[in-house]
């Protein structure tokens, strides 16, 4: 699995300054003016900070924006890296700040300069989740691991601040990794054992196989994974940091590819569906990072694994499969198979748990991407302060969450003149009538969140904390609500 940056924390040295090796990072606020780390830097590049400070380039930076000057007269380092930064900034630039620190940082190690700035662990932050690269696949990796020192005035304060950034940022790689990885390296019984190795921290985790399944009543999660040789797997995880109360519940939809099943997809981009299994990605992302962290609240998680594809066995359209719950539904398309998954897991983690709160995790509809693009999740909840406390902490994290709606009205389009519904409502309001659908395994009374990450799961482009491909999206978040909601 890809390593976080190394990171320690050690007191202000101003004769460091001239020795470090690899890239300085320093401070210089909007009005420019240098720390005292930072007039150190400016004397021995024999005033190269202050004409920066000076210059019209720098008045065209935005705050947490950074610049790098390559190969400091005066200094071992290969660079001096500055960021526009005053001493007491806001969260989202002191990241933005690390974010941009990181991608100008070469091979070698990277000495942050941070003084008394005032979010220094917000800094690193952005610096370690930014810094990824995944090599498992290459025949000759590049090492990418980063050594970083952070030098701070009170580092007996920065440092356990760092702690629980480190243990997060884990959960994100973790959630990465497992987005990223192709769908023959991450089977369906890979995944588990990926998941079950989370008891060396502290985790609880059962896996359930096909026959389990069947005796339990999942059929419609067994009917994705019917044509596929990949046994279908339910594994739950359990956190149990708090008292007696009620866990809080993370379901996760996990095809590990989806073909579309009959209702074959097309060629072209067949092969991004590696990443169908982001909802169950980021439930054992955030399982990961509440163990790491020891959070002090009971916390399940449960995921789905399947594979979604067409063969004599596979599940036809017009078939009608009953579910755990004891609905029956008629698949109309075998590519809307992701609700399937979770309608039976969902029933079964209200059924086993009564947990306090359910949100689940999905890679559900393409309908989404075309309703918020890329920048935004969809949010599907019956319970309004759930989707505004939700939305509150992904903002907080700067991952982009907008809440959709869910009305009656939509019911019409799933019902089934056959069954009790049908798994596809046509195109019209693709996203939300997947979300009535799913709404219908939730109890009266249970809060819920549909979360539909399809858009913003994996990207074509690079984002603020992350390169193009998978994000970890909705690790911070959920790990904020959770610390917010519960632990608070």
Known sequence: MTPLANVSTVAVDLN??????????????????????ARRVNRLTKGALERLADSDAFNDMGVGDVTRMRFP???????????????????EDARKAGAGIAKNTGKGALLIAAGNLHRPEDVVEGVVLRNYSYQDQKSEPKPNTLDVTVMASKPDVVEPAIA??????????????????????LTTTSFAEHLI?????????????????????????????????SPSKVVVMQWNGGAEEAPFALVGKGVVFDTGGISLKPAGGMEDMTMDMGGAGVVAGVMKALALRKAKTNVVGLVGLVENMPSDRATRPGDVVKSMKGDTVEIINTDAEGRLVLADVLWYAQERFNPSGVINLATLTGAIIIGLGHEMAGVFSNDDTLSKDFIKAATAEGEGAWRMPLAPAYDKQINSAIADMKN???????????????????????????LDIAGVASV?????????????WGVRALNRYIADTYEG
């Open 164 to 185: 629980p950034k480190l243990a997060v940022a884990e959960g994100v790689f973790f959630t990465r990794d497992l987005v990223t990885m192709p769908a023959n390296v």
């Open 16 to 37: 460091q300054l001239a020795d470090a090796t690899g890239t300085v990072a320093v401070f210089v606020d909007e009005n420019g003016h240098l720390d005292q780390l």
């Open 197 to 229: 190795a989370l008891q060396d921290l502290g985790v609880e985790v059962e896996v359930f196989d096909e026959d389990q399944l069947e005796e339990m009543g999942m059929r419609t999660l067994l009917s994705v994974g019917h044509g596929s040789a």
């Open 460 to 472: 074509k482009a690079e984002t603020a904390f992350a390169p193009k491909g998978a994000t970890g």
């Open 73 to 91: 007269t005066g200094m071992a380092a290969d660079a001096v890296v500055v960021a526009k930064l005053s001493r007491k900034c806001s969260i």
């Open 424 to 450: 596809v409502g046509g195109r019209a309001a693709g996203s939300i009538t997947a979300g009535q659908f799913l709404q219908r395994f939730i109890k009266d009374g249970m809060p819920w969140a549909h």
